[in-house]
């Protein structure tokens, strides 16, 4: 158990709707990264956020963005969901930003339909 | 543009070998090199690695990183079943003073007993 943990386990949608994916980061942790993992395109960083601003974007559409609470947890909503959306997202923490190793949480399996 | 590189991209060995799992990459502003195994869940850290020639170890894990060819690899001595898993590295760089995430599209190991 890495201590991260995220909210829901399972999440199954239609085209065209909203979610709001939730990260808790690790106790003492500041930034909270996010990832998507698709079966073709591996491991993506989307987006990094460090004691309530964002740090560094990646590979994050348009249709998704993220925030961070002042109590470190993180949110990550995806509208108007595609197919191609289906994936497993993760979050993780890691103390401070720059050389830190990252802690992912269990992930959150998004079917959309 | 920046990238990770893993090679094999699948392995599968008897219970017993050795393997050597590579990574190679080209980043701007390189600051760490992360392995990580991911079974059917989050990926779990193994090791961070900043400076070359200095080998990490854990039981029957080491790695080592060659910032002059700009690789690392990962030993895994006397396999275990246990050991079957993903392997993902993972390269931390710096761009216009955020940290960004590059991960290699992984190596699959399988250990037959």
Request: hydrophobic share 35%.
């Amino acid at each position: 158990d890495s201590g991260v943990t995220q909210t829901p386990k399972h999440l199954i949608t239609a085209t065209g709707q909203r979610v709001t994916l939730r990260c808790s980061p690790r106790s003492g942790d500041l930034s909270v990264y996010w990832y998507q993992q698709s079966l073709d395109q591996g491991l993506q960083f989307l987006i990094q956020y460090y004691n309530g601003e964002e740090r560094a974007k990646g590979n994050i559409l348009e249709r998704f963005s993220a925030q961070q609470f002042p109590d470190l947890h993180s949110e990550l909503n995806l509208s108007s969901l595609e197919l191609g959306d289906s994936a497993l997202y993760f979050c993780a923490s890691s103390q401070r930003w720059g050389q830190e190793t990252q802690y992912f949480g269990p992930g959150t399996r998004l079917l959309v339909l | 543009e920046d990238k990770v590189v893993q090679s094999p991209l699948s392995l599968v060995v008897h219970e017993g070998d050795t393997v050597t799992l590579n990574c190679s990459y080209e980043v701007t502003n390189f600051r760490s090199l992360l392995w990580y195994k991911q079974e059917k869940k989050a990926p779990t850290f193994l090791f961070m690695l900043t400076s070359s020639g200095i080998e990490k170890k854990s039981g029957r894990l080491s790695s080592i990183l060659d910032k002059k060819e700009l690789s690392s690899i990962l030993n895994i001595t006397a396999t275990q079943t246990g050991d079957s898993a993903i392997y993902l590295c993972a390269v931390i760089h710096i761009i216009q003073g955020a940290q960004k995430l590059v991960f290699g599209q992984g190596t699959r190991l399988t250990i037959n007993p």
